[in-house]
């Protein structure tokens, strides 16, 4: 039996032996490392500007609509092209405005004839009045039939003059020289009082529209010059702030601020994005803000995130909650401190737990 139970533990001794050699094996990693560059650090830049993001757009554009409602007949001009002040864009069916204009002018005829007998009549009877061949009462009668007769001819033609309006609501035509940008309605659609039909703008006067949080508003002055550098064309043009919003009631706590740019760029255009610098000293709050470079994120559907370096010298994958881009970087609300460095760029791909080595 001695012999039998040895027999035993030697076997067991064996195979645990065995797998705790098997078990070591697997955890070497003869992968070669990936070799990457972190960045220095991820703190805010000490530049001296407030940044804000904002939108290029025409200092003039206008929505064009009508008061009447009518059948659109003909669009007179295509999008894209250049009008000049009172140039016809739109016509709208017009009909029963014909058939009004014809009654009203019927009737200026029948007051006309009326009020020319009436004033023949006041004359008449004056004349007689002042010969004493006419009695006091009749003169009265006489004056209130000629004036009645005169305000019933000044109501026809103040009818007139309300139709005549009312045919300017047919026919659209451009309050200022531009280009139409858009256009909301196709011939044979029904056109509706106040809705927009024809967008256009006057071309070569733009203007950007920002919005500056409460904690830098009161730096923000009306007059000073601004820096505005357009993204999609890598140019930075100057403007001058024009307006500053008092009140942040109706844009989620966010100041309207307005730049007319000084530049006039062939290039440019409205709905272009743009970032603008204010001069004006950053709060601490903007100071101990952190900040990582756009092109280091990675996204996975709608999140973002950066990789960083663990303490094994792996790929670690940091997922973060981002904020607004002040140019090429990105401010990170959370998911990443000041002090944390942060992976730039890799000679190879990158995926999680990927053995790297920092240049």
Known sequence: MKQIYLIIVLAITLVLTSCSKEEKKAVVDNTPAITVTLSSDAVASNSPFLTAS??????????????????????????????????????????????KRAQVNAGITEATAAFNNAKKDFNRV???????????????????HYNMAKARLEGAKQMKNEINAQFSYTNIRAPFSGVVTNKFINTGDMANPGMPLLEIESPG???????????EISQIKSGEKVKVMVKSLGETLMGVVTEVSASAKNTGGQYLVKIILDKTDKKILSGMFATVQFPVAKTKTSQNRVLVATNALVHQGQLSGVYTVSTNNKALLRWLRLGRVYGDKVEVLSGLTADEKYVVSAKSKLYNGAKIAVQ
């Not at 003909?74 to 709208?92: E, N, P, W």
């Not at 004349?127 to 209130?144: H, M, R, V």
């Open 126 to 144: 004056t004349a007689l009045f002042n010969d004493n061949s006419a009695s006091q009462k009749e003169l009265d009668d006489i004056t209130a």
């Open 205 to 215: 006067n733009f203007q950007v529209i920002t919005r500056v949080p409460e904690s």
């Open 54 to 99: 904002g939108k290029i757009e025409a200092k003039n554009s206008a929505n064009l609509s009508t008061r009447m409602m009518g059948y659109v007949t003909k669009i007179h001009a295509k999008v894209g092209q250049k009008v000049k002040k009172g140039q016809l864009l739109l016509s709208i069916s017009n009909a029963d405005l014909v058939a």
